[in-house]
Structure formats: C-alpha cells, structure tokens
C-alpha cells in the first residue's frame, strides 16, 4: 500500500503539530514541571545523537558489516561511560561559566576570538554533510512511500521541493521553540521536552516495526531463526569482520561524535541544569541505546528476505509496503522524520548561537550600545542563523549525486567533528596547550579532512584518494580509515609542536588553571575599583546600554542573593565573575571577557583568595579521594582548630580586606564572621575598626592593654599582638583581658590600702604633735589677757591646724591615687613638687628604716601626666628604694630634659637587683623581700600606670661596684607646660 504526496505531508504536519504542542505546553508549564526536569527527560533528549543514523542509516552498515554496527552505539556510550574523565569537567565550566557551544569552552579556554571564528566556521562546514544527511533520508521516505523506487522521479511535485518544504517547517519549530529566550542561557523546557518525546517516539517506532518483521513477514521467533540458519547470506554476514584499524577508527570517530558534534554538546551541557542528571545519563544514555539498536538486525534480515528494491535504509517502509500494512510503513516513517527533525533542529540551534557569538558580535557588526533593547536584534539574528544553516543543509543536499551513500554522507560529518577532539581533550587536561597549538592543528587536520574527504564526497570522484593509496582503492572503508587517521595525527602533531614551541599568555594561564581538574587551585584575590555594586551598571552602560547593564546587574545580584548597597570586595569579586559568566550565556565568552576587562578592570592583585577557596572547597561539589581527602580533612581540622581558639584571631589583607575571623572573634564583638569576611576593614563598626587599623598602622607588635568602650557602664580590655605574613598579610590576636584588668585594679587598690595601713602609724604620730600644742595654746588663752598676746597664740593655732590638714590631705591624694573609678585625665604637673609631696608621704613611716632624701629636680620641670597617679609612681619607688638600702642609705632623684622628653632618674645606694632577676621585677606578685613583707605589685602598678600615662619605665642595675651597687628606676615622660596665663 502506498499514500498520496498530500496524506503524507499531513502527516508531516499533524507530527510537528504535535511537537509544536508539547513544547507549548512544556513550556507554559501545563506539562508539570516533575515531568519537564526528570531525569529521564534530560536522558531521552540526548537521544537527538541518534539521528538517521540509528534510524536509516545503520540499517545500511547492518546488510554490510552484521554485528559490526553495534561500534557506532559502543562510541556513542563509551562517552557517558567515561562521564567522570571526560563530561564532569566540561559541564562544570559550562554551569559555571555559561558556555554553550564547543566554540564557547575553546575560546574561554584559548581567550581568543580567532579561536571562535575558526571552531564556528569549520563546524558549520563540517555539520553540512549531517544536514544534508538528514534531510536526504526524510525526502528519500517520502518519496518511496508514495509508491516510487529508486531512480525514479515524481512527475506532479520533484522530491527537492517535498524536502524544501520540510525543510520550512522544521525552521519554524527551532525559531519558535529554540530562540524563545534571549540567550541560550537559559534552558529551553520546551525544547528539552520536545527532543525527549521524539526519542521516545523514534524508540517505540523502530521496536513496532521490528514486532512486524518478527511477527508479521516472518511467523515468529522460532521461524525467524530457521531463515537465519537456512539463508546463506546471512550467515556471511553476520561473520563478517572489520578489520582491527577499521573497527577502532569507527569507533574513534563515534566517540569523538558523541562529545564534538555541537547538537550533542548543546543538549548535554546547555540544556542540563542538575549536575545529578549527567550520572543518570551516564548509565541512562548507555541503556537507551542498546534498545535503540535492537530492531537493527531484524530490520535489515527482513529486507534481505525480501529483497526489495530501494536502498537497504528504507527496509521498514519496503517491509509496510510489502505486507499491505500501512501503519507499519507509518511507523518507519515516523521513526525517520522523529530522528531527522530533532538533529536538524538542535543542530542548526547550536550553530545559530556559534554563529552570533563568534561571527557578529566579536568584531562590532551589532552595535550593543546603540540599542535600547539589545536582546531583541539577539533574537533576530540568531533566528537569520537558524534559517541560513537549514538552507545551506537543502543546499548541500541538493549538490549530491544519486550514486552518493548514506553511510558515506555520515562518515564525512563524524570524520570532520573529529578534529576537534584533541581541543577538547585538552581544555581540562593539559595547561601547557595554547591557542597557536590550537589553530595550527585544526588547520592541519581539516586541511586534509577538506582535501580528501570532504570535497571528494561533495564531488562524487574519488580519484584523489585512488591515486594516492592505490592498494586500497577496492576497499573504500580502509581507505576512509586512512585518512581519517592521517587528519588526526597531522593535527595532533601540529598541536602538539606548536604548543611546546610557543609560549601561553597570562590569560590563557589563568584560564588553563580554571579548566584543569583542580580548577580550584589558587584563585587571586584581585582588588576592583569600585566601591559598591551599584558602580557595575555604570561602568557596563556605555557597553550594553543603560536598560540591559541595569538588567544585568540585577540578575547577577539576584542569583548571588546580594543587595544593591553590597560592598565586600569579595562580594564584588563574584559579582564581577557572575555577570561575565551571565554575558557569556548572552554574548559568548570572547566578547563578555572583552566587555568586562574594559568595564570593570581589576587594579590589582592581591594574595590567593582564601574565602573563595574555603567556599569552594566547604560546597561539596568537590568530592576527593585518597591522598586529597585526607589533606582536606586536614584543612578542616586545622580550620576547626583555629575558628575554636579561645582567643580571637582576625587576618587583614593588605589592602584592607579582612580574610579571617573566628569564632572568639564573634563574641568578642558581637559581630558574625559572615558580615565580616571579605568585607574592609574601614566597614567595621567602632571601637573595632579604629583599634584594629591603628594597630595595623604601627610600628608595635604588641599593645598590652587598650581600654574598649562599647557601653560606658561596661569598659573592656584587650590585648593585641601582630604579625605579618610572607604575602604581606596581617595576623592580629586579640585577647579579651577584662577579668584580669579588673582583678589586678583590686589588687593594686589593696597593695594602697596596706600602704596606707603602715603609713597610719606614722600618720598618728605626725597629727598628734600640733594637736597637742593646739590644746597647750588653747588654756594659754583661759590666761592671756593682753590682746597681742592673744592674736599671737591665735596665729600659732592656725599654724598647727594647716599642718594637720596638710598631712590628711597628703594621705587622701595617696589613697584615691590610680583609682579605677577614675578616667585618666592628663595635664601639667609639676615634677618637682610630686616629688616632695611622696617624700613627706613616706618620712611619716616611723617603722621604715630613716635614710636620706635628695630631691634634685629642677623647679621649673613641667610634665604631662596625672598628678595623683604619678604621686603613686614615686611612692613606690622611693619605697623600694628605701627598703634595699641600710642606715646609711641615701635616695637621690634627678630629672632631664632630653628632646620632647623629660627623664626621671630614681637612684639609690642599696643591695641592687640580681641580673637574673631583673626581666621579673615588673610582674605583678614577684617580689625578693621576706614573707609578709611585701605583695610584688608595687613595680607592676608603676609599670601600668607609666602605660596609661604613655610613658616608660626603665630599671639599671648595679650602677656602681662595691658592697652598695645600686640601682636606677629611669622614667620617661612627655614634656608640658601651664600655658600662657601662668608666665611672668
């Protein structure tokens, strides 16, 4: 039974229709969306590699070679088999980088636009034979479904203009469904969907007609295996065997295939949005084809039992046809407009963006910036694409001769894809690679791909390649084979050679190391320009117009989940690396790296950035084994350890950015280590910021004790220490010593308390003396009548009255002095006169041992310090002073002016302080004196309160030889004055 050229092409309509459907409702999510990104969906669409070929053509391979047609589905799986060497690494960049074509990993890889232009133009031409191929076998099935055989010529409608038409059709799908979106950034659901329903109708097509073979032209399994045994032909070919050469360049090249042609790598990698659903298929993908190839034998016995006319391809048809039932030529047919319309599609989709992105865009023929909306010309032009390539593949196809084979046709296209397997062997696998390499081979291999393959397929003569292998001539697969294997080792070589030769630039570098399979390796903490995100849309207007750069950097924020007024400069980092990425699904990555270096520079680089590594390595994305687990489950310890640290621990870049903060950190300043890292160090709140920059800033690697006021009720300390790393990095420890600040006030305050204790005595001693003559003079009044008499026993009252207050007041200041109540308040104090003052102090100890007090400083001597704390400095120096010396000790004290400096110099004549022991002198609670004597906080409260005063303390011992060696306490102190009102 045969149909009219009108069934046949409502046929064709009510088939695309239906696609057109699917995709509709893929798309409108009528369809859910459970369905739309299932696994299995994502694996059935990658069934668009077996085009014809599965369908027709190896049908053909089958009648030659038997079983050897299974090489082309072991190519095919061997890809996804090897998923893990091979496709992980490519669909990470893709995500990452928003690469959607092959012409997109190579030129990101090589950072050319050269690079872009020769992939996109050798592709397409590469690509025209599959075109050809695919619209031949469809104009061929309908042309022996209206009844015709072959040589023959329809006298009504030619068989080019049925083929014309299908070739429009198909256009308008792909226009439809495969530029609905600006960018092939995002993923076509429709497409996706409308791919994976043709491979499941192609699939369950092939396995009715293969029932009908079985069951209909033969009576069943068990007759079907009597032919085979009876049919002599058969048994030749099923023992027929390609040679060793033969088979593993079949195999070669299906496998190249798998992974070059640019339909395969649009629907595997541009189209996939779950890193899971490539495992699926690597196992999925496998299975998938297996079935496919199951009616392939049967297929091809049934039409040698038959013995039809037409080629062995159209066996299905030819078997309908035979035994009067049309639904199984239907079938058939569907099975071959299924497999040509999803290659022709995904194909001409792939190459349209190419095209766009490596032939337009790249050398200014569309102005970006002149255009108030760019993404609708992005369409246009990218439909202009689709409708070319269609009508270059009718064009090619209208060029061949009837003496040109399917298998051959194929093997044309498989054996120029090769040539770009070595590009992409070595985007993640050799860093040492370089564009120059690059384009050397692929101008070697497709030289030779050109000269005698391609143009003698295209001319029909063959006369080339007889003349140059003339012991092959009788054997065209061996000769194929030949050079084919020649192309590649040209190319391989040239790559190679050139490579070596030739140096990479940086780009390429950085590149290479972003593409290796240890693509987290050492990212550079690059410094931007700008402040803020919401500099990026200004830098980018210029470029892509103010509307898409405000578009742009909204989406990048968007999907980082950032705000507008973020600042961090490792958010701006991913920022910037987003919108080049996002660019690149819009534009291709040559000219969004273009865009980006010239908009948005970096101005420098930095230290490896450390926060990008840590995220990296912490997002599980990365799974290692062996020795790299382990070294990272020691990264991890050592983290644990450093963010556990009961001191806190911050790093500073040296351009300001903070690295590290941990966990002691946190609570030290209530401020999350998720505000800070990545963040300035000018974004910190006070007191912080000005604490850790001024220390930063100086010259001091260590601050004992610095006072920190978040809540004035509340003051805390802290102590800092520093130290720079070989990169220029800053490591600050910080120390909360607020517990032990307050601890040693109180001791500090009992040590005065117990001074005051021992001076109370003398203190007594000292008030009862004018208290008595106050009582002496007072009954000399009872007897005085005379009135100068009086007035002079009155003024000798008041006398005796001015000392007592003199002596209180004395122990007061003493008693209040380095009180922590108090906030310390410099100003002039006159030198001379605290020294006096502590010298009165202690002569009213009656107890202490009496020696001699020499106060030699110069009256005038003005310093810059608090004069009740210094009160306490000199108490407590004269006092150790004086306990080291014997009866005939003497205590002298001198001071100097030396720049904006005065020097103090508190010397005695006593037992001086052992070598060994002077490093201890200044900690608190050391002390040489006898049990009960004394506590050892005198010197480390003159040593605290010299810091609070911003001066120093410095001990020397012996000063001179003898069995009195002495000892020198040197003060350093700031220089001040009363000002002006108190000059004469």
Known sequence: MTFSLTEILVLVACYLSLLFAIAHLAERQIIPRAVTHHPLTYVLSLGVFAGVMSSNVVIEVAYRYGYNFLVYYCGAGLVFLLGTLILVPILRLSRVYQLASLADML??????????????????????????????????????????????????????????????????????????????????????????????????????V????????????????????????????????????????????????????????????????????????????????????????????????LEHPIPMAYSGIAIGQHLNLPNVSIMAFIATLSAATATIVVTTLALANMCLNHLILPYGLLKLAEEADIYRPLRHIRRAFIVVLILAGYGFYLGLDDSQNLTALALVAFSGTLQFLPGIIATPHWPRANRRGLLAGLAGGLGVWLALIMMPAILGDPQILDALFPSMAA????????????????????????????????????????????????????????????????????????????DEVQRALAELHFGEDENRPYALRRLRRRIEANLSGLLGPSLAHTIIEQ?????????????????????????????????????????????????????????????????????????????????????????????????????????????????????????????????????????????????????????????????????????????????????????????????????????????????????????????????????????ADCIDEAIHLLSLDRDARQVRYTNHCDRELVVLGDSQRLLQVFVNLIGNARDACDDEGHIQVQAYTRGEHILVDVDDNGSGIPAELQNQVFDPFFTTKDPGAGTGLGLALVYSIMDDLGGSVQLTSPLQEGPHPGTRFTLKLATSSYGSQFDM
Request: aromatic fraction near 8%; charged fraction near 20%; hydrophobic fraction near 45%.
């Open 210 to 305: 293969m029932f009908a073979v079985i069951y209909q032209l033969f009576s069943g399994p068990d007759d079907l295996a009597q032919w085979l045994r009876e049919y002599p032909p058969v048994r030749q070919q099923l023992t027929t065997q390609l040679s060793f050469e033969n088979a593993h360049t079949l195999l070669l090249v299906f496998f190249a295939g798998a992974v070059c042609m640019p339909h395969i790598f649009h629907m595997m990698f541009a189209e996939n949005t779950e890193s899971k659903h490539l495992y699926t298929a690597s196992w999925g993908v496998p299975l998938y084809l297996m079935c496919l190839s199951l009616p392939v034998l049967p297929l091809a016995w049934g039409g040698m039992m």
């Open 475 to 550: 054997d065209r697969v061996s000769m194929w084979a030949m050079v084919t294997i020649l192309s590649l080792g040209f190319n391989v070589a040239l790559f190679a050679a050139v490579s070596l030769l030739t140096e990479p630039t940086a780009d390429e570098r950085i590149a290479a190391e972003i593409c290796a399979m240890d693509e987290l390796a050492r990212p550079t903490r690059q410094i931007l320009p700008l402040a803020s995100a919401a500099g990026f849309s200004e830098q980018l207007a210029p470029v892509l117009g103010e509307k898409a750069a405000a």
């Open 599 to 831: 908009a948005i520079p970096f101005v420098d680089s930095g230290t490896e950035d450390i926060n990008l590594i840590e995220r990296n390595l912490d997002s599980g994305q990365v799974q290692f084994t062996g020795l790299a687990a382990d070294l990272d489950k020691l990264r991890r310890r050592y983290r644990e350890t450093l963010d556990q640290l009961p001191i806190g621990v911050c790093s500073i870049g040296t351009d300001g950015e903070m690295l590290m903060w941990n966990a002691a950190m946190e609570d030290l300043t209530e401020v999350t280590a998720d505000d800070v890292q990545g963040s300035l160090l000018t974004t910190l709140p006070d007191p912080w910021q000005a604490l850790l920059a001024d220390f930063q800033r100086s010259e001091d690697d260590t601050v004992l004790s610095a006072e920190i006021t978040t809540d004035p009720t509340d003051p805390r300390w802290v102590s800092l220490h520093k130290t720079s790393a070989a990169d220029g990095d800053t490591v600050i420890l910080v120390e909360d010593i607020t517990a032990y600040e307050r601890l040693e006030a109180e001791l500090l305050h009992s040590e005065r308390l117990a001074s005051i204790g021992r001076l109370a005595a003398g203190v007594a001693h000292e008030i009862g003396n004018p208290v008595t003559g106050i009582a002496c003079l007072a009954q000399n009044l009872e007897y005085a009548d005379d009135p100068e008499e009086i007035a002079l026993t009155a003024q000798d009252i008041l006398k005796q009255t001015d000392r007592v207050t003199k002596i209180v007041e004395s122990l007061v200041n003493f008693s209040h002095a380095g009180s922590s109540n108090e906030s310390i308040e410099l100003g002039p104090c006159n030198l």
């Open 107 to 208: 030129v990101f890889r090589f950072r050319s636009s050269r690079v872009g232009a020769a992939i996109t133009i050798t592709m397409s031409l590469a690509m025209l034979p599959l075109l050809a191929l695919q619209i031949q076998v469809v104009s061929d099935s309908v042309h022996y479904l209206t009844g015709f055989g072959a040589g023959e010529a329809h006298s009504d409608f030619p068989q080019t203009s049925v083929a014309l038409m299908v070739c429009i059709v198909i256009t308008l799908f792909a226009i439809l469904f495969g530029t609905g979106h600006a960018s092939s950034r995002r993923r076509n659901t429709g497409l996706v969907t409308a791919m994976a329903f043709e491979s499941l109708v192609k699939l369950l097509a092939l396995l009715g």
